[in-house]
């Protein structure tokens, strides 16, 4: 393999100082025995986003528990780089994390952090593949934060909380906030369990946020598909249409 | 150690109750009087005949109550002296004396409901005195049992869930990570932690003085701010503390703990945790306010345990004389704790030596 000479680039995501100097002291202790070079470190998620964008590394130590948007979220993000970079997970103590970690053969590093383990880490890391998506899913016990959407080279993230409604459409979903559509590649049926207390579903393609249904109108096709109402959502013009078997909404939410 | 364990235990079932806590006279009122009033229900002889059979029996009780109690408050330091079962019977014999002597003392007042009995009258007021005392000790008894168990528990959760396994890991690691580059903040933290633990093991049942329980919260506050730095600040508000008031160890420290980990550490910012204490009359206030997340936003949950833990400590060492009240703002999380203000290790219910 051609990259072997070449030094193991690593980021370090942590929100505490303290834990960042650790992870800088002890990697420079590795680096005497396994060539690397520390290429940056950012305290949280989504500063780590913007600058792996840029700044394509082989490793991420990655925090999983940080304020805003943890690790586990931000890993699910950064599958969507070009070159997604191997990621071991730190932690202090989490229980959960560790029995599916386990269960995953995810790699992670127990805090204190010891230069034994991490040089074992690093070594694997050459050789290891991204986790899985689904893994990850399964390790996140909130929804995330955020939604992310691949776009020329270049990953957006959509707070959950500014998005109206998704809309399954072909291959793709369409995000729609206030300002503009993203395209993601998920399936509704996952976003509608994962945001479940946030979104309610309206039609077999649509999930509609809650808090962003204005009222409802008459007005479509009165059909076998379509009961005939329509959803006004809050800063959009564009009226949605509620399928008969969703009908029920009107009432729960009118 | 189990030995020493098991001797406390001992003592604290072998135990009168503290007549001079208010919790314990409040159970002896209530406790009586519906004895009083099911005695009156199961003499009468129609709905109508309840109000005066109840009546004729309060007349009577209500003095004998009222002067047993307020004996027993005056001979509390004598009782405390006696063992357990002297005690029980010292205790016994006064509500009969009581009882013997107000019935007769009475006069008219209580002879001519019954005719010609008074002396049969007398004696089985006394069976019955002596009865609901025996019940009421034997209540206490139980009640302290049940209760001292669960002090032992609460002594074996607390090495656990009191000081967190993420704080003890998280802050060794950033003790690792300032060691090499500023070792002498990192011996202080190590001080510290050391302060913290030693405390986290000690007995649970002790109270220390007040102003070394604020050091170690403060301590403790040091440790987290090695971590995370600016975004977190505490704020404290303390009015004329008396120096000498004691209170149960580990009290604030917790309280101080979880709004650490449930409020401030999962906001972005961070934020400054209120801390007020003061003195108002005979009782302390501890107050610990903190900002968090807005609900459903991934606020963690689960600090049932901590509290839980505290609210049964208060129970135990004080019983209704300490108050506990939480409230759950929309953004913002509150402890409130009132206890009475105490300069010397009270003699608790829990303990005779």
């Known amino acids: 393999m051609s990259g072997n000479e070449q030094p193991l680039s690593v980021f370090i995501v942590d929100d505490e100082p303290p834990a960042r100097n650790r992870l800088r002291d002890v990697l420079n202790d590795c680096s005497e025995k396994l060539p690397l070079k520390i290429v940056g470190e950012a305290s949280n998620g989504s500063e780590a986003l913007d600058m792996l964008m840029e700044l394509p590394v082989d490793v991420v130590l990655l925090d999983i528990r940080m304020p805003q948007m943890d690790g586990i979220e931000l890993s699910q993000h950064l599958l969507k780089l070009p070159k997604p970079p191997v990621i071991i997970f730190t932690t202090a103590y989490d229980e959960y994390a560790i029995k599916a970690f386990e269960l995953h053969a995810v790699d992670y590093l127990l805090k204190p952090i010891r230069l034994a383990r991490l040089f074992e880490a690093l070594t694997r890391a050459r050789n290891a593949v991204p986790v899985k998506n689904e893994v990850l899913q399964e390790l996140s016990r909130e929804p995330r934060k955020n939604l992310s959407s691949h776009e020329r080279g270049k990953i957006h993230l959509i707070p959950i909380g500014q998005v109206l409604y998704l809309r399954a459409e072909l291959k793709y979903i369409t995000v729609r906030t206030v300002e503009r559509e993203y395209l993601i590649e998920e399936s509704l049926a996952a976003l509608e369990k994962e945001f479940a207390a946030r979104f309610v579903r309206i039609h077999r393609n649509c999930l509609v946020a809650k808090e962003a249904i204005e009222g409802f109108v008459r007005g479509g096709e009165d059909s076998a598909e379509s009961a005939g109402w329509m959803v006004k959502l809050k800063g959009l013009g564009e009226l949605l249409a509620i399928s008969r078997r969703q009908q029920h909404i009107v009432k729960e939410f009118g | ?283 302390l206030q501890l107050k610990v306010e903190n900002p968090c997340l807005p609900r459903g936003e991934g606020r963690h949950r689960g600090n049932k345990v901590a509290l839980s833990n505290i609210r049964e400590r208060l129970d135990l060492l004080f019983d209704v004389e300490a108050r506990y009240l939480v409230e759950t703002g929309r953004d913002f999380y509150r402890v409130e704790i009132a206890l009475p203000y105490v300069t010397v290790r009270p003699k608790l219910k829990e303990r005779s030596s």
């Open chain 2, 1 to 283: 150690m189990i030995k020493e364990r098991s001797i406390k235990q001992n003592d604290a079932t072998d135990a009168l109750p503290n007549f001079r806590n208010i919790g314990i006279t409040l159970r002896i009122l209530l406790i009586s009087n519906g004895m009083a009033l099911l005695l009156a229900l199961s003499q009468a002889s129609g709905w109508a005949d309840v109000p005066q059979r109840i009546m004729q029996i309060i007349m009577l009780l209500t003095p004998i109550l009222l002067s047993t109690l307020l004996l027993l408050w005056a001979a509390q330091p004598w009782l405390d002296q006696l063992d357990y079962w002297r005690g029980v019977f010292a205790v016994t014999m006064t509500v009969a004396m009581l009882t013997l002597g107000i019935y007769y003392l009475g006069g008219e007042l209580y002879h001519p409901f019954f005719g010609d009995n008074v002396h049969f009258d007398a004696a089985r007021y006394v069976i019955l005195s002596m009865m609901v005392s025996g019940i009421l000790l034997m209540y206490f008894r139980l009640r302290t049992l049940a209760l001292s168990h669960a002090v032992h528990d609460a002594r074996l959760q607390m090495l656990r869930a009191r000081i967190r396994p993420h704080f003890l890991f998280n802050t060794i690691n950033a003790v690792l990570g300032i060691v090499r580059t500023q070792p002498r903040q990192a011996e202080t933290a190590l001080e510290d932690m050391a302060d913290l633990f030693r405390m986290a093991m000690a007995d649970a049942r002790d109270l220390v003085p007040l102003h070394k329980e604020i050091q170690l919260s403060k301590q403790y506050v040091a440790l987290e701010q090695m971590r995370m730095g600016e975004r977190l600040q505490v704020d404290w508000q303390m009015q004329d503390l008396p120096e000498d008031a004691l209170i149960p160890q580990l009290l604030l420290q917790p309280l101080l703990e979880n709004a650490v980990y449930h409020g401030i550490e999962p906001l972005p910012q961070g934020g400054i945790i209120r801390v007020i204490l003061r003195r108002s009359g005979d009782e």
